[in-house]
């Protein structure tokens, strides 16, 4: 962990909207910057309801985006980006969508293919506009550098990092989010949370950084699980938009450590939601790293309303019953992961040295399979 004299490097799109209704401002936006053909990237569900954008340009819609998306459909959104040259992108939904609209914002005209730009800095200057919109209060990935794809052929996600990503404007209107499934608010609620807690407990963790990280769990931990039980909730669903924000400011500098390594397989391998993995693997991660983080992990529990333990088994219960309340699912028996796969996740996790060295206990291949085996 970082002291305060460490450097950091913090960089935030120049435009930041938040709010109830702050929808409204990206069409004179769109408007101010000359731009004159839009193409939006957007799930089915947001698909639906591109005219909420209030684009007064010529607009192409991308509608096809996978949740966890792979690289055949970040190609397909590429053929459409070349094809119809637009000259800004619009991320319309949760972290699938505006994941795909950073990449195809760095890579159109280009000629490029994903793995040409996988890895930190290697994506080149882009030539378009990029404006994010997220519908989901989970991955703060409007604020970020980052972008994550499947690839079929591994399963293993490949991860591209690039300044030139980062969005031109991020308008983080809580009001998308009214229509998000008590399921989904609480994976996506509990991605939000674990971004803000492995970066708090992280090797890099930085004091500029905590601030953010453990706002971010108190406001789920105020917030979420009203969210959950009533959807309709303005204050709740603004106090998660907020903690999702504050989860990408974590990301940027910090990132996530070992939570994020072990919940991807479940992902890659068995389709689990992205939020879901993170809930299931978060008690285990978080009672692992106490003989090295007790007191951030004492106050992360006091954050979340669940009392100040310091005892393995004592975190690891309260974040369990905590997770399991919103309605998560906690067993990886329930979630058709046959237990014979286990040693083969416990392999593609331990690969995984850009999360995994980020955190504050080192992890052997063995400990993740105790891990697996004890969500199991
Ligand atoms: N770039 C980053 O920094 C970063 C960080 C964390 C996660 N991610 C990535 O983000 C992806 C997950 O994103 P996510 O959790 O936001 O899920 P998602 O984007 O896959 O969306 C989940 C589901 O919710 C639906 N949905 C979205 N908004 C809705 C709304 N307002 N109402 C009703 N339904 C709605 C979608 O159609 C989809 O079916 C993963 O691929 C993950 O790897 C990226
Ligand atoms: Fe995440």
Redesign the pocket.
């Known amino acids: 962990m970082n002291a305060l004299h460490s450097p950091i490097s913090i960089v935030r799109p120049p435009v930041v909207e938040f709010g109830a209704g702050v929808l409204f401002r990206l069409g004179p936006w769109v408007k101010a910057r000359g731009i004159k053909k839009a193409l939006v990237v957007a799930?089915?569900?947001?698909a639906a309801r591109v005219d909420q954008l209030g684009l007064e340009v010529e607009t192409v819609v991308f509608g096809e985006v996978r949740?966890?998306?792979d690289m055949p459909n970040l190609e397909k959104l590429l053929e459409l980006a070349d094809r119809t040259l637009p000259d800004l992108i619009v991320g319309f939904?949760?972290?699938?969508?505006?994941?795909l609209a950073k990449l195809v914002s760095v890579m159109i005209g280009t000629g490029q293919k994903l793995v040409d730009i996988v890895g930190p800095g290697k994506a080149g200057k882009r030539s378009v506009a990029l404006a994010q919109v997220p519908?989901?209060s989970?991955?703060?990935?409007e604020a970020?550098i980052?972008?994550?794809v499947t690839d079929p052929a591994t399963h293993a996600?490949l991860a591209v990092e690039s300044i030139h990503m980062l969005a031109d404007i991020a308008i983080v209107d809580p009001m998308?989010?009214m229509?998000?499934?008590p399921a989904?608010t609480a994976?996506?609620g509990v991605?939000a949370m674990a971004?803000c807690v492995e970066a708090y407990t992280n090797k890099k963790a930085h004091p500029i950084i905590d601030l953010y990280a453990l706002e971010g769990v108190r406001l789920v931990g105020r917030y979420l699980a009203r969210a959950v039980k009533d959807g309709g909730d303005v204050e709740a669903r603004s106090g998660l938009a907020l903690a999702s924000l504050y989860g990408?400011f974590c990301?940027g500098p910090v990132n996530t450590a070992a939570g994020h390594a072990l919940a991807y397989p479940l992902?890659t391998r068995w389709h689990i939601?992205?939020?879901a993995a993170n809930a299931l693997i978060f008690p285990h991660v978080l009672a692992f790293n106490v003989p090295v983080a007790g007191e951030k992990t004492s106050l992360i529990l006091e954050a979340l309303g669940l009392g100040t333990s310091k005892d393995e088994i004592s975190v690891r219960d309260a974040a369990y019953d905590y997770c399991g309340a919103l309605g998560v699912e906690m067993k990886l028996s329930k979630l058709g992961v046959p237990e014979s796969d286990l040693e083969i996740m416990a392999g593609d996790a331990f690969a995984i040295r850009r999360l995994l060295d980020n955190n504050p206990r080192e992890m052997t291949r063995q400990d993740i399979l105790s891990i697996y085996r004890n969500a199991y």
């Open positions: 799930d089915a569900f947001n949740p966890e998306p939904g949760g972290g699938s969508a505006m994941d519908t989901t989970g991955t703060g990935s970020g980052r972008a994550l996600k998308l989010t229509t998000v499934p989904v994976a996506t991605d971004h990408g990301l992902g939601a992205h939020g």
